[in-house]
């Protein structure tokens, strides 16, 4: 049973990967009325290797080995949304025992929300907003949504133009609708905690006056 459960948070924290498209707040330009240019812009993919979901409770880490998002970064815009995350897809999850479980993300596309701008190390934080996803393995199953289960959960990180790299590392992730055969390794209400680095598969340089 404790194997079902590691690989549930495990597939758990391929749910946030995609999220691995976040922006949070920084320190040069903040607000909605500032104007925010992605250079080229358009279609992007991305793609984080051993991304990890820490259940804080209970302390349990779960790891997959990669997950790989996509989207369309808007030329220009206020930066709310600056892009969103169309498709989101997690390789591998598995826990320490080597369960594997599947991640379904929910409430596509969710929202990434550019909210400041530091010009001198080339750094854009902000949101991932509209997160939700299901995760089902051999006897553990459970949602992964916001404060309440009906509130999607918003992620922080932040985008490095230098490194194409967007870094996820923190946000409002819980557990809900978790079977009984889980027992307790991972339980209703968890807050969780997911990190991990998506490399651009080309490069995106978001930035802001």
Do not use: E
């Amino acid at each position: 049973m404790r194997k079902h459960v590691k690989g549930a948070l495990v597939a758990a924290a391929g749910l946030t990967a995609a999220v691995g498209l976040t922006f949070a707040p920084s320190a040069a330009t903040a607000g909605t009325t500032a104007t925010w240019t992605a250079s080229p812009g358009g279609a992007w993919t991305a793609k984080a290797t051993s991304p990890k979901l820490t259940d804080t409770k209970t302390g349990t880490k779960l790891t997959c080995s990669s997950s790989a998002a996509a989207g369309t970064l808007a030329p220009s815009s206020n930066g709310l949304p600056i892009s969103s995350i169309t498709s989101v897809s997690w390789t591998s999850c598995s826990g320490p025992l080597g369960i594997t479980f599947a991640v379904t993300p929910l409430n596509l596309p969710w929202s990434l929300n550019a909210l400041s701008y530091n010009a001198t190390t080339g750094v854009t934080t902000g949101t991932l907003t509209g997160v939700k996803a299901h995760i089902s393995g051999a006897g553990c199953t459970a949602d992964f949504a916001g404060p309440t289960s009906t509130t999607p959960a918003t992620l922080t990180g932040s985008y490095n133009n230098s490194t194409n790299t967007l870094t996820i590392s923190g946000g409002d992730l819980h557990a809900y609708a978790v079977s009984g055969s889980c027992l307790g390794l991972l339980n209703n209400n968890d807050a969780a905690v997911y990190n991990a680095a998506y490399v651009l598969a080309a490069p995106q340089v978001i930035t802001s006056p």
